[in-house]
């Protein structure tokens, strides 16, 4: 399917996906990608539906085994003759609409990333004792390598080591909830990102990729180089939160006060809201049945999290003029906004809906306050 110079390719199939077949390419009409920096990320192929005279007893695409529950779907976007992989997952739901005419039957399948192979079976029980967070997302990811997932965790900044007669990390949910809940607990991300090559998935546990090498950069306001529309900057002057509260010490039995000041992610802004605001919101910590390690941690998540809501930034991307696909998990250039609004951000979210002749992106990036960083953003 040509996209104005941007080519689409779709691999389906149970087990190894495989190009899809002809007529269900000619059939498509709408494709949708949601990636998030949290949770999954979904898609969702709208595809015509409709019944040929020869297709007495239903569309030969009602029987495509391609198209069934839990096929796996890739989908390849290839600029100017360099492919990228832009989604890896499966199909989880099927929709059919028969529509009131001929030819208006559609058929729609979604689905999630690759990480939806660790939320089907039941929750488990399980102990891990005596075994740092890092040892137990390589041991749990490692049941996933014959389904293309290639695990990529980095240590905790605080490496607690249980021991057995202290305490025994006891999962009772299912792989992916406990590794969502293992990384939150640390500040850290848990998320599937696609690639590096078709049928591969990379399990990325760590803290938010502020450091990434930075994406092409979105341009306004800069005549012919101007690649973005729709923009719309948000300043919350609420969100930036600090964290004050009690923790009881299992091993001293003394309560241990909580606090945080400042955000300890890498700067994105020269006037970052907690420096450049006269007051700053305090949030209670509340949490129980922690370390001392784990409380300072959790707090500290609070804090860095409430980073993400000062500065949002909002707008669309029409793909044949930026000629890239903007991923979120890395950062991303802005350039002609002004020094308030010019500079790096992180990208939160972005969403992908191609139809024949069209591809736009709509996206979401944050940073922690006004300013930028560099003198000189590249549009590269």
């Known amino acids: 399917m040509g996209l104005l110079g941007t080519y689409f390719t779709l691999l389906l199939g149970p087990g190894v996906p495989l190009p899809a077949k002809p007529n269900i390419m000619e059939m ?7 990636h998030s920096d949290t949770g999954h990320s979904g898609f969702q192929i709208v595809i015509r539906a409709g019944r040929s005279k020869f297709e007495v ?30 989604f890896d997952g499966v199909i989880l739901n099927q929709q059919f609409s028969p529509g009131e005419g001929p030819g208006e039957a559609r058929l729609t399948i979604s689905g999630k990333d690759a ?32 389904d293309g997932v290639i695990p990529m965790a980095i240590p905790p900044p605080n490496m ?66 101007t690649n973005a529309s729709g923009l719309n900057f948000q300043y919350d002057a609420m969100a930036q939160e600090r964290v004050m ?42 949490e129980v049945g922690l370390s001392v390690a784990q409380a300072f941690a959790q707090a500290q998540r609070m804090t860095d999290e409430s980073q993400d809501r000062v500065l949002k930034v909002s707008g669309d991307i029409d793909a044949s003029v930026y000629g890239s696909i903007l991923m979120p998990w890395a950062l991303v250039g802005m350039r002609g906004a002004g020094y308030n609004y010019d500079g790096f951000y992180y990208v939160q979210s972005v969403k992908h809906t191609m139809e024949p002749g069209s591809y736009k992106q709509h996206f979401e990036i944050v940073r922690e306050g006004l300013g930028s960083t560099t003198p000189l953003v590249p549009a590269f």
């Open 57 to 86: 007893l239903d569309s030969l695409l009602m029987f495509d085994l391609t198209l069934k529950p839990f096929s796996r779907v890739v989908m390849i976007i290839t600029f100017n003759g360099f492919p990228r992989v832009l």
């Open 160 to 225: 607690d080591v249980p021991l057995p007669t202290q305490r025994i990390p006891s999962q009772q949910e299912s792989d992916w909830n406990y590794l969502t809940r293992m990384a939150q607990r640390v500040g850290y991300s848990f998320h599937m990102e696609p690639g590096p090559a078709p049928g591969f998935s990379t399990a990325y546990w760590g803290p938010p990729k502020r450091l990434s090498i930075p994406q092409k950069a979105i341009t306004v306001n800069m005549g012919p180089e």
């Open 245 to 286: 509260g009690m923790i009881q010490d299992s091993g001293l039995n003394v309560p241990v006060p909580i606090m945080t000041f400042l955000g300890l992610r890498p700067p994105l802004a020269t006037m970052p809201a907690y420096l450049a605001q006269s007051k700053t919101r305090v949030q209670d910590f509340r």
């Open 115 to 146: 990480g939806a192979l660790m939320d089907t079976e039941k929750p488990q029980s399980v102990e891990h004792p005596a075994q740092p967070d890092i040892a137990i997302v390589y041991k749990i990811l490692a049941k996933y390598a014959a």
């Open 28 to 34: 498509i009409e709408h494709v949708e990608v949601q």
